[in-house]
């Protein structure tokens, strides 16, 4: 099992830089999550994303908008 290693948490991190140089036209990161996935959400605030404040209702309930600027 490779969970809690901080894998995604290392990924998350260096994604701003990828985008960044990969897609210089993008100037907004944004995620959405399921309100029951707090280590999701968790994971998100640690690499720097934000919660938005809006919500959407999905496939599984409701969801929340974060986001990261570049």
Same mark, same amino acid.
Request: aromatic share 12%; glycine share 8%; proline share 3%.
């Given at each position: 099992?490779?969970?809690?290693?901080?894998? @995604?948490?290392?990924?998350?991190?260096? %994604?701003?830089?990828? /985008?960044?140089?990969?897609? =210089?036209?993008?100037?907004?990161?944004?995620?959405?999550?399921?309100? @029951?996935?707090?280590?999701?959400?968790? %994971?998100?605030?640690? /690499?720097?994303?934000?919660? =938005?404040?809006?919500?959407?209702?999905?496939?599984?309930?409701?969801?929340?908008?974060?986001?990261?600027?570049?």
């Amino acid at each position: 099992m490779e969970q809690h290693k901080g894998y @995604a948490q290392g990924a998350m991190k260096m %994604l701003p830089d990828f /985008a960044r140089e990969h897609f =210089t036209f993008v100037q907004e990161l944004v995620l959405i999550v399921n309100h @029951a996935n707090v280590p999701a959400q968790n %994971l998100y605030k640690k /690499a720097g994303f934000s919660d =938005t404040g809006r919500r959407r209702n999905g496939n599984h309930g409701l969801q929340y908008i974060y986001h990261y600027s570049l």
